[in-house]
């Protein structure tokens, strides 16, 4: 595996190339650029970028830059690996979308910034999936991916899709295809555990994922952060080699939003079903307490503790408003959060043998099993701990990975071993990166701000 030698200095090998339809030159902004931002985030489809760079020679007009234009871009970093290769950070194909800031810097020069777009994006809104399907979800989104989204060109374009369970029958309206597949997310159930329904399709820099948060959380964690001094190893060398990062500050972005967590169904809700044809109304009633110990988590203890509450709401009889599946009973009592059932009401249809191809056929969209339980899971992540950091550039840091995150306690600390906060410490899942590269008098520094969260407290045992 490749070690990176330095996390903060970016070797003098930068590629950033402007590519023009209308010209078979391409246009070098390395002399020009200020700053570049990569950004990717699990819950947003495609990769983005700016370019900001200082023109004096009215790069926009004279190349001109109309948004036609691709932008290709790599940076080696110092490294070794059993190779001998130098470690390279690589973009997809980037696609102007803007010229966002334009503005006079002095008499002779101005400051301008470009946004980008992968070609994912491009990709998307240039087609339409209309089509039937009879297959696993997982299919049935490679299906799409493949015949819309992929760099064909690009041998090293690639999609992860973790398996599925069932078969899904649909037909695809003419939806885009990140809508379609972002539709398919809410329903798709993973093979290894039916219980996991928290799929999300992304994009990183290292190809597309459509995977659940359930098996991310699987994985290993591959560093830690932490937040020490900077003058204690100026470098970050010696802590890196040991698979620690010193971060230059981590904040706490949010601890809970309890009152946006109970209106969205985290802790409770209920889902009202509807067959259109057998006029059947049912009543499912969800707790988060009793799905907790299904599904892999960052942290042993909820969100929410097993208390009685004394609110009013407490004390009265739940709403029934259907009849409860064969063999349940509704939940008309509780006075703990998780019993709160009516803070949260869902609707959705049901529609007996819709798709089939013969009177025969029967199709069963399982709403009642994935429907309050995505909305609960996902909600576990963007409701709960986040957390965001600086430290030096990580080029194989991706989102979806997992990491280790020591808090300090307010007490006093020598180093990052001592002084704990064991609530907030732990394993947390990577959701969003900014890789920055800024050139200042032919300085390069290549640094990152992390996005992380946890869907629960405390460490696992």
Known sequence: MPQQLSVTDVKHDIKVW??????????????HIEEINVYENMFSPCVTATIIFNDAFNIPSKFPIVGEELVTMEIKMPGVSDGGN?????????????????????PQSERVALTLVSEKYMNNIHSRVCKSYCKSIKEIVYDIWSE??????????????????????????????????NWLA?????????????????????????????????SK???????????????????????????????????????????????ASKLITHDMVTKNIVQYDYDLFSDWSNLTHLGEIPPIGNFDRQFTAASK?????????DGKKPVLNGK??????????????????????NPGSVYDNDVENWKLQRASQLKLLDGGLQYTLQCGGINFLRVGMIAELHMLS??????????????????????????????????LEYKMYVDLAKDGLGGIK
Request: aromatic share 8%; hydrophobic share 35%; with cysteine.
């Open 18 to 31: 402007l590519h023009s339809p209308s010209s078979d030159k391409a246009l070098d902004l390395v002399p």
């Open 86 to 106: 130098i470690l390279k950070l690589k973009t997809p194909n980037m696609y102007v979308n803007s010229i966002d800031q334009r503005h006079m810097r002095t």
């Open 148 to 181: 819309c989204l992929e760099d064909k060109d690009n041998e090293d374009d690639t999609i992860g899709i973790e398996s599925t369970y069932g078969i899904e029958h649909c037909v695809i309206p003419n939806w885009k295809p990140i809508h379609a597949i």
């Open 186 to 218: 809410k329903k798709a159930r993973s093979k290894n555990n039916t219980s996991a329904v928290n799929y999300m399709y992304y994009e990183t820099l290292n190809g597309s994922a459509f995977k659940s948060i359930d098996t991310l959380m699987k």
């Open 221 to 267: 964690s591959l560093l830690l952060f932490c937040r020490e001094p900077r003058v204690v190893d100026p470098t970050k060398i010696e802590a890196f080699s040991g698979g620690v990062v010193k971060a230059d500050w981590i904040e706490i972005k949010q601890q809970f939003k309890k009152t946006t967590n109970i209106q969205n169904g985290l802790y």
């Open 317 to 325: 009889q739940r709403n029934s408003l259907a009849p409860s599946p």
């Open 336 to 357: 703990r959060t998780t019993n709160l059932t009516d803070s949260a009401i869902m609707f959705y249809p049901k529609h007996n043998q819709l798709f089939s191809k």
């Open 410 to 443: 307010p007490e006093a600390y020598n180093k990052y071993g001592d002084s704990e906060d064991k609530m907030i410490s732990g394993r947390a899942l990577i959701t969003a990166i900014r890789h920055v590269v800024t050139n200042f008098e032919s300085n």
